[in-house]
């Protein structure tokens, strides 16, 4: 048995667990989680499954399912690919779906796509919120009643240091070793390991990497700064 996810996304270890008690239930090579589909999904027919259960997946524009970007496949199933690059939907996903080889089980619990900024801090707010049964890393997660602190919930990681005189709007996560200097202004943010806000500088709906800066009094709205690096 092997279980594969997609790096970008944030499923429930108990749906993980499903897929791979799915797998052992039937005798497909490979069965994917499925939640329901959205605008510009990509379309799947769940057929031949009671309520929440394990059934065949067709292909269907017009489908009320999308794939969770979660698969258990049976390990044989790998062994016949050629070691050339690929992906899994060139490689797997489209022949089985082809033969009707594909199964697949609703997932019962959240799933969030984080492949985009926006998304990237949507799935982080979830993730402060307790949305996914996943341990926060060392440090003090604060409660809307801090002087300073609007909003939701903000993850001060061990090593990380935010200046009395700043203010935060959560969701945000300050990883280890971020600094937010005094006067600053930060909301719906995300600071990697390192990161450093300079006095009066604003960050809002961005994500600065591992070791980034932001200079005193600049602004940074809606930006990815990759560390190190650094916006004057």
């Given at each position: ?74 390990a044989g ?24 080889a ?8 959240p799933v ?45 990681a ?17 990883d ?41 009094g ?5 930006a ?9």
């Amino acid at each position: 048995l092997v279980l594969v996810t997609c790096a970008d996304h944030v499923v429930d270890p108990a749906d993980l667990a499903a897929l791979a008690a799915a797998l052992e239930r039937t005798g497909a090579p490979m069965v994917t989680g499925l939640i329901p589909s959205a605008e510009g999904s990509f379309g799947l027919r769940l057929e031949g499954a009671p309520a929440g259960g394990v059934g065949r997946v067709a292909r269907d524009p017009r489908g009320p399912w999308d794939s969770a970007g979660a698969y258990a496949l049976r390990a044989g199933v790998l062994a016949g690919l050629e070691p050339v690059p690929s992906t899994l939907a060139a490689a797997l996903l489209g022949p089985l779906l082809d033969r009707g080889a594909l199964a697949g089980v609703p997932f019962q619990r959240p799933v969030a796509d984080a492949g985009t900024l926006h998304r990237l801090l949507l799935t982080s707010a979830g993730l402060l919120a307790g949305c996914w049964p996943y341990d926060l890393p060392a440090g003090v997660l604060l409660a809307p009643t801090r002087r300073g602190h609007l909003g939701g919930p903000v993850l001060v990681a061990d090593g990380a240091s935010l200046h009395p005189a700043a203010t935060i709007a959560g969701p945000v996560v300050l990883d280890r070793g971020s600094r937010v200097a005094a006067g600053a202004v930060v909301t719906r943010a995300i600071l990697g390991p390192g990161a450093a806000v300079g006095a009066g500088a604003r960050v809002v709906g961005s994500v600065l990497g591992a070791g980034a800066s932001l200079a005193p009094g600049a602004v940074a709205v809606a930006a990815l700064l990759p560390g190190p690096a650094a916006l004057g």
